[in-house]
């Protein structure tokens, strides 16, 4: 190799400072165009994100490369949603090279805070099955699992929320607008997927009875890949996401006058494909694009699966050795059926020989019992958009309840249950269903929420295959949520039992006996308030209120939904209030409530809800009754990054879903894991977070969800009576009632209390506000004793080891996947 190429290669690959600093300023000429006068942040941020990767790119090829050597099995991780947020600061510390970075940039007179900030927030997905998928992408390439994830492009991530005069107003999140550094658009990398048109049989070379899809439409799925660095960098995974481009037959078509414009208005319309993430947190009842887009993501991925599959094999045999999909949530089992297609009309495979081979390489997580959010597509539209899939799932379903009809004898319900079509009604199909029976295992994300999955929705399913149910609790990366988001905790952990616990969270047991050193306490309680001055500060630049450093930080961050009961948190602060206002000379503990997240744009009550926390703050905010000693606060636009603020600086966590609801949560792990101590229900992990970190740990209330289950059930519950009877959450319901929090529209919050009262309070908020306000009173109480509160603090982070989805990942690697660690041989290494 040419002796100045080669310096080139290894200055490309130089770790230190001054190769770094080399690097940064000529990437700022030569690729981003600029000089260093000129440069904005952003321009910063382009150049040291280009640079970086330049570092990764040799180990990325390597990885790929020693799994094709080996023809490793890999598993594709199916997901409609990548919350992943921020990739520089992930880049750097996961490399290594977070020190010399900033070093580097600091000779250039650049602060690397300020370049890190330039980076748009990148927002594929809603929230907790979004934001786990990202987890399981750190983990597997930290575990040297070959993993590879799938979804969408989307050219806007979820929206941006606003505060307008307190109501929430959603703006379009422009991510790429400026560009992506991070992504590598591969043109070459094209897979048709069709829609619409009708099937045709006919017969085959052997004369059997076949099928083939024609007249339909044709899209085209390009890919861009997006390097995953675990934790060390040895091993550098790939997410792939795929956007809509129209047919080169567009490009290459000559059209006469009208049809150009309209040829072109179709090529926009093919392309709004990967436009937008669906904002819903809940269900997206029916909508065609919707269904769209699944098809389109799950088809691509599954073509492109194949084509790695039949680089080494020649027959299908073999697929499910060498392939694992794991579909998150029902969004991609359309993939059921397209494999089946595949299979069989395309590769000519027998019936239940692809059906076998279909079975052992899919497997299915569940993520919520909610009714409404069982995704559930009409016939009639599938019979259209897919029309040979929708015979497909008729076949599947005949030969099901054919075999099962012999077992159910006679239980003509139980049949009509398992069916994978609803007969009430309009026709639908059960994604739930096809995806449980087209699949080896199926799991839950929570002990309870499993067994809730064995008790409720799929009972039927589960009473037939007794096996296939099993339970993967959630877990969340201790890079991003630790290491990155906590410094100063990152930092005194590894002071004291050294950073094996960023790779093995397990270690961090250790500290447990820390709990009882005082100095350790104390730097304990120095590296929170250090983070709690952060998130001041973040609070007065976003809402313009100024809050005491010194106060409880009482979190409460999610979507908003009326099943997470943030009424109930606001509720429970109206009564405080009335309390502090009531009795001004008892000394208070200072409370600050912290609120962020975000409503589904059709979702009024969650809507009305975010307009009553802001209401409700203008009016305890500058009551100066209350002495500054409640404050309350909803951010705007909850994202990963404001997640990364918040966590660390939060006191208590508030996890208060009604019993039953909540799959798992893993913001409860993210927040407990920084030394918050919660206060929540036994719902979702909320249960196993008590177990491991102890019940004298955590405040728990509320009912059980097995009691959720016989209140309901028996309809023995009165709303008015519960109210009648309790005078503080009385008040607090006929102050709201009254206009107190909104005197320009008295009648404003009508259909909360309406919902609360004849609505049957369906939420059971009323039934646990007497429970919770003393859970309450219990954490203020022991506000009081630091010692005591930063003990607790360090037992929880001392024993949240096992959340880890390092862990997690792991157990669906060895019991539902059969994938094992690969390490990637790194030939280039010897120059670096
Ligand atoms: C969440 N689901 C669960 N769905 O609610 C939460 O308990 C769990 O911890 C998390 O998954 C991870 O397992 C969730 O986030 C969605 O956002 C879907 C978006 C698309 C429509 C249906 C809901
Ligand atoms: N949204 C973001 C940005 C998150 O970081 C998380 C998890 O921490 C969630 C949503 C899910 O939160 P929860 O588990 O409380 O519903």
């Given at each position: 190799m040419d002796a100045r190429y080669k310096s080139r290669e290894i200055e490309r690959r130089s770790l230190d400072v001054d190769g770094l600093k080399r690097s940064f300023l000529e990437w700022l000429v030569?690729?981003?165009?600029?000089?260093a006068r000129a440069a904005t942040r952003r321009d910063w941020f382009h150049t040291v994100a280009l640079a970086v990767r330049d570092r990764l790119v040799d180990r990325w090829m390597d990885t790929t490369r020693t799994y094709y050597q080996q023809d490793a099995k890999r598993v594709y991780y199916l997901s409609l949603e990548f919350l992943i947020g921020r990739l520089l600061t992930n880049s750097l510390s996961n490399l290594g090279i977070n020190d010399q970075c900033r070093e580097a940039l600091d000779r250039i007179g650049l602060n690397i805070d300020d370049v890190v900030e330039a980076e748009p927030d990148a927002a594929l997905g809603n929230g907790g099955l979004g934001r786990l998928a990202a987890c399981f992408l750190d983990s597997m390439a930290t575990e040297a699992l070959p993993g590879y994830g799938y979804g969408i492009r989307y050219e806007f991530g979820l929206f941006e929320q606003r505060f307008e005069n307190g109501w929430q107003v959603e703006y379009p999140e422009q991510w790429l607008q400026f560009g992506n550094p991070w992504e590598f658009p591969r043109p070459e990398v094209l897979y048709p997927v069709q829609f619409y048109g009708r099937v045709e049989e006919f017969r085959d070379s052997v004369g059997e009875r076949a099928y083939r899809w024609v007249d339909a439409e044709r899209v085209l799925a390009m890919a861009y890949d997006t390097p995953v660095v675990g934790y060390g960098g040895d091993t550098i995974n790939t997410l792939r996401l795929w956007s809509a481009r129209a047919t080169r037959d567009f490009n290459f078509g000559h059209f006469n006058d009208g049809a150009y414009m309209k040829a072109v208005e179709q090529k926009v319309l093919t392309e709004?494909?990967?436009?937008?993430?669906?904002?819903?947190?809940?269900?997206?009842?029916?909508k065609e694009l919707r269904l769209k887009q699944e098809y389109f993501f799950t088809s691509a991925s599954l073509q492109d699966i194949l084509r790695r599959y039949l680089q080494h094999h020649s027959n299908f045999d073999s697929l499910p050795d060498k392939a694992a999909i794991q579909l998150n949530d029902t969004h991609p089992a359309i993939g059921i059926a397209e494999l089946m297609r595949l299979l069989v009309d395309q590769h000519g495979v027998l019936w239940d020989k692809a059906w076998d081979i279909t079975r052992a390489t899919f497997s299915y997580t569940n993520h919520t019992l909610l009714p409404e959010a069982l995704e559930a597509w009409p016939v009639r539209m599938m019979e259209r958009v897919l029309p040979r899939h929708m015979q497909i799932i008729y076949e599947i379903n005949a030969k099901f309840l054919n075999r099962s009809k012999a077992r159910a004898a006679g239980d003509n319900g139980r049949l009509s249950r398992l069916s994978?079509?609803?007969?009430?009604?309009?026709r639908r199909v059960r994604m739930g269903n096809l995806a449980f029976l087209g699949s080896h295992k199926v799991n839950g994300v929570s002990a309870l929420h499993t067994e809730l999955m064995k008790q409720t929705v799929f009972a039927d399913f589960h009473a037939e295959f007794p096996d296939r149910i099993n339970n993967k609790t959630n877990g969340i990366t201790p890079r991003r949520w630790l290491h990155q988001a906590n410094p100063p905790l990152a930092a005194l952990i590894t002071s004291r039992i050294?950073?094996?616990?960023?790779?093995?969270?397990?270690?961090?047991?250790?500290l447990a006996e820390k709990a009882d050193d005082v100095v350790f306490r104390e730097e304990f309680r120095r590296a929170k308030r250090k983070n709690k001055k952060r998130l001041a500060a973040y609070i007065a630049r976003q809402t313009g209120v100024d809050v005491q450093v010194?106060?409880?930080f009482d979190v409460q961050v999610k979507r908003m939904h009326e099943y997470k009961r943030q009424l109930l948190n606001i509720l429970q602060a109206i009564a405080l209030y009335n309390e502090m206002r009531d009795n001004p000379t008892v000394a208070w503990v200072p409370v600050t409530k912290i609120f962020a997240g975000k409503a589904a744009p059709s979702y009024h009550m969650a809507k009305l809800i975010i307009k009553l926390i802001n209401d409700v703050a203008k009016v305890v905010n500058h009551d100066p009754s209350v002495h500054d000693n409640l404050k309350i606060v909803l951010l705007p636009n909850y994202n990963v990054t404001a997640a990364e603020i918040i966590m660390p600086a939060a006191d208590l966590s508030e996890q208060i879903s009604t019993a039953g609801m909540e799959a798992s949560g893993t913001g409860n792990m993210k927040l407990a894991l920084n030394g918050a101590l919660t206060i929540g229900t036994l719902d979702g992990a909320n249960v196993e977070i008590r177990e491991h970190v102890g019940e004298d740990n955590i405040f728990i209330f509320g009912l059980t969800a097995d009691e959720v289950n016989d209140l309901r059930a028996s309809g023995g519950f009165n709303p008015r009576e519960v109210i009648a009877s309790n005078p503080s959450l009385k008040r607090a319901l006929d102050m709201i009632s009254t206009g107190v929090f909104s005197p320009d529209d008295p009648n404003r919050y009508h259909p909360i209390l309406q919902a609360l009262t004849d609505g049957g309070d369906h939420f059971l908020v009323t039934a646990d506000f007497a429970d919770y306000c003393e859970a309450q009173q219990a954490a203020m109480d022991l506000y009081r004793d630091q010692e005591e509160w930063t003990r607790k603090a360090i037992l929880n982070t001392a024993n949240m080891g096992w959340f880890s989805s390092d862990r997690t990942i792991m157990e669906y690697a060895t019991e539902i996947w059969d994938v094992h660690p690969v390490k990637p041989e790194h030939p280039t290494d010897t120059d670096r």
């Open positions: 030569y690729s981003v165009g600029k000089d709004n494909l990967s436009r937008v993430l669906y904002p819903n947190d809940a269900t997206e009842g029916g994978l079509i609803d007969e009430r009604g309009d050294g950073n094996g616990w960023i790779k093995d969270l397990g270690q961090i047991k250790a010194d106060s409880l």
